[in-house]
């Protein structure tokens, strides 16, 4: 039997002794000398009280008697207490001090006002006494304390470590190089010697003679395990063909769910871009506005409010920026829903909020539209605004005691009108060789411009992605020094007949309102557009305070926060529904920025009667107030849809994003009904739970109620391994499933340009306007 000496482990071994014991010492040490620190200071303390309690009323009517040998006496007595370094008696009429003048330790200094009561009269306050601690001898007793018992517990916790770790070695490591040596052999093959350990054997078998009678019972398993592997193994090969079809069900059921969830992941992406390129234009507006505004004499409260609004809407563009950064352009762009829009009303606004950058840098705006371009189009009117505003944003960050000018010419006419827009500037130029890169991402002209003036190299990028993405092209003729020319050419459509148009809502008659929202500013958004329609409002911070008025006065409205400290407003909803009190029955409406369908649907379940999504607009909280938030059933049909749900999605998220919900909903039903069919012929219970709540939970949110019973039902007796009910539940899960794909179709071919509720049927006509600070031709 070969033998090595296992001095890794025990070397690691003692090492962590020593460090435990290194450890241990220190805090049992640090712990000792807290507690004797402690004791000190009691000591200190009970002196300073007894001199309170036993010496004070002595010491006082010696001063009052103007006993000055007493009053030494007195003070020599204190200075001899313990530790006390210096005493210090001053008065109207002494000034005495004994012990050290100038002790050089650290001292703690006790005060006692000395006030005497006289046998007639007032108490008079007659002096002070001073009484200095030297610490410092406290210090050093602390110090002498502590070093002792560091050393004498070091020196007996390193002989134990010593002593432990050769124990250590005799009782157990050398016997674990024996079993190292046996598990070698093993895997080797060599399974016919037994383990043999050195050690005298005892009448009490320990924890290593357990282990080594464990390894060889190992060894004989392993021969009577070969022998079973084989039988097992010939048993397998009958059940590998029905595992294998299981694998390949469930291998393509992974690949669905793979590829739904890499189309959520990438209408995330979507969704987060599109979002970046919508809200950063008006977002630019509102701060542009601020900014102007802020050099205007206003109120004091104005102008904190005016302020409050300039900071949030600078950290909600830094966010958006970053965003935009994150989700890659190219995934990101949606076409934004079709409206009627002026292109020279347009310009004006993009101009006005662009005017104070242009003041700061001594920029001069001039506008040329052609006479022969249409008063009103029909497009993307956001994309065109950002474009717009990247483009002379760029053109005025780098010209500075220039011009800078748009251009909007016709240069074809069929159907619509073909428009070629040119903003040009007098400023730094670019060269050549960066012409053709700089409409890529994160490109600058060079490194000097980057550090000179800064951004992303996001502006043309974005610019270019979208003139791209409306049909367009765009482009850039430029010199250094002389100036730079960014054009861009895209085809807009006619706007539609603005006869059946519907006028913006006017303010309806006073309402009486509750607005329960935890966010002062958000409150004072609401209160400020109510109260300018001649509303009277109340307003509520938490659902305590809502409840509160509620109990003693009876509303016309609340305009309630889902997201509420403590008690949601979806269980305030519920409660106000569930009680007794003047505003069971009053409109509740919800607030939110939350409105994936899912949740909304939550918020009608809990009783609200309509939703309001934030930020709020005066037009839609208008509309909301005359009560046309109201969604009748248009096609009763027993139960199987819940058209007031589809239609709050439509309100919500518009006609186009709705398109596309239930495009993807009549895709996802199409992918699993054949699914579904293959796990219910081969009984996989499994699959078909699996499938039915991915489609339940779909339909759901998307107002198919029917379906989603019915696929509820299928998931449940699934989950129950119950086979017979899964078949019985088959042939209604069919027919909704044929009925829904019905529904389905009708909903997706009714999205046409002739339809109600086509784009070009919900847009309203702006009118024009003019800024006396930009020229417009």
């Not at 793979?258 to 599109?274: C, G, H, I, P, Y």
């Not at 840098?361 to 994309?383: K, M, P, S, W, Y």
């Not at 550090?451 to 270019?464: E, N, P, V, Y």
């Not at 007796?717 to 069919?734: E, F, G, K, T, Y």
Request: overall charge negative; charged content about 25%; aromatic content about 4%.
């Amino acid at each position: 039997m070969i033998h090595t000496h296992p001095v890794g482990l025990l070397r690691r071994l003692l090492l962590f002794i020593l460090l435990f014991s290194l450890c241990f010492t220190v805090l049992a040490s640090s712990v000792q000398l807290y507690i004797e620190y402690r004791r000190e200071m009691r000591d200190i303390d009970s002196r300073m009280e007894l001199i309170r309690v036993g010496y004070l009323a002595s010491i006082e009517r010696s001063l009052w008697d103007l006993n000055e040998a007493q009053l030494n006496v007195q003070l020599r007595g204190l200075v001899d207490f313990s530790d006390v370094a210096r005493v210090h008696l001053t008065g109207p009429d002494y000034d005495l001090q004994h012990g050290n003048p100038n002790p050089i330790g650290p001292l703690r200094v006790e005060r006692f006002d000395l006030d005497y009561q006289p046998p007639s009269g007032p108490s008079r306050h007659i002096g002070q006494l001073e009484v200095s601690t030297d610490l410092g001898a406290v210090y050093q007793r602390l110090y002498a304390t502590g070093l002792t018992s560091l050393l004498w517990m070091g020196v007996f916790l390193c002989g134990l470590a010593v002593t432990l770790s050769a124990l250590f070695y005799r009782l157990v490591t050398r016997h674990l190089q024996v079993m190292a040596e046996f598990a070698r052999r093993i895997a080797a093959g060599q399974w016919h010697e037994p383990l043999r350990l050195d050690k005298r054997r005892g009448a009490n078998e320990d924890e290593i003679d357990t282990v080594a009678h464990a390894l060889d019972d190992m060894r004989r398993a392993i021969l009577s395990d070969i022998d079973r592997r084989e039988t097992d193994r010939l048993a397998l090969q009958d059940n590998r063909d029905e595992l294998q079809r299981k694998v390949e069900r469930r291998t393509a059921s992974l690949m669905r769910a793979k590829d739904e969830a890499e189309a959520a992941n990438l209408a995330k992406s979507r969704f987060l871009a599109t979002m970046s390129h919508e809200l950063r234009t008006p977002l630019n507006g509102i701060l542009g506005m601020a900014e102007l505004l802020r050099g205007a004499a206003l109120e004091p409260r104005d102008s904190k409010r005016l302020d409050a609004l300039h900071k949030a809407g600078e950290g909600l563009l830094s966010i958006l920026n970053e965003v935009l950064y994150f989700a890659k352009l190219e995934e990101g762009a949606s076409l934004p829903e079709p409206v009627d829009f002026s292109i020279r009303q347009l310009l004006d606004e993009v101009l006005t909020l662009l005017e104070p950058r242009a003041l700061s840098n001594g920029t001069i705006l001039l506008c040329r539209v052609d006479e022969a371009v249409a008063g009103h189009h029909h497009g993307a009117e956001q994309f065109l605004r950002q474009i717009l505003s990247n483009l002379l944003a760029n053109a005025i960050k780098f010209t500075e005691d220039g011009e800078v000018s748009v251009e909007v010419a016709l240069i074809a006419q069929d159907q619509g009108q073909r428009l070629r827009v040119s903003v040009t500037d007098n400023g730094i130029g670019i060269s050549q060789a960066m012409q053709a890169q700089i409409f890529e991402r994160f490109t600058q002209a060079s490194e000097e411009i980057a550090q000179r003036f800064g951004s992303t190299g996001l502006g043309l990028a974005i610019c270019k992605h979208l003139v791209e993405h409306l049909g367009g092209r765009i482009g850039v003729s430029s010199e250094v020094g002389q100036g730079s020319c960014f054009w861009f050419e895209l085809s807009l459509r006619p706007a539609c007949d603005v006869v059946g148009k519907v006028a913006p809502s006017e303010p309806g008659a006073a309402l009486q309102i509750l607005v329960v929202e935890d966010v002062a500013i958000n409150r004072e958004v609401a209160q400020g557009l109510l109260q300018r329609d001649g509303h009277q409002v109340w307003l509520a911070e938490d659902a305590e305070q809502a409840l509160v008025q509620c109990a003693g006065r009876s509303f016309d409205l609340i305009l309630l926060d889902v997201h509420l400290p403590g008690m949601s407003g979806v269980e305030l909803c519920t409660r106000l529904r569930g009680t007794e009190g003047p505003n069971r029955r009053t409109r509740i409406i919800a607030l939110t920025a939350s409105v994936q369908p899912a949740l909304v649907r939550s918020y009608l379940e809990a009783g609200m009667d309509g939703i309001l999504a934030k930020p709020l607009k005066l037009e839609n909280l208008r509309q909301v107030l005359a009560g046309q938030g109201t969604v009748e059933d248009p096609l009763p049909d027993g139960g199987t849809m819940d058209w007031p749900l589809l239609q709050t999605h439509r309100t919500l998220l518009g006609e186009q994003k709705l398109q596309g919900l239930l495009s993807v909903l009549r895709a996802s039903i199409l992918q699993h009904r054949e699914a579904l069919d293959e796990a219910v012929a081969a009984d996989d219970c499994t699959e078909v739970a699996q499938l039915a709540h991915r489609l339940a939970g779909s339909s759901d949110s998307l107002g198919f109620r029917g379906l989603a019973l019915e696929m509820r039902r299928l998931e449940t007796a699934a989950l129950c391994n119950d086979q017979s009910a899964i078949r019985l539940c088959v042939p209604s899960v069919q027919a909704h499933l044929q009925k829904s794909l019905q529904i389905l179709d009708d909903l997706l071919q009714a999205n046409n340009p002739g339809h109600p509720q086509s784009p070009c049927g919900s847009g309203l006509a702006r009118e024009s306007g003019g800024s006396a600070n930009i020229v417009i031709d």
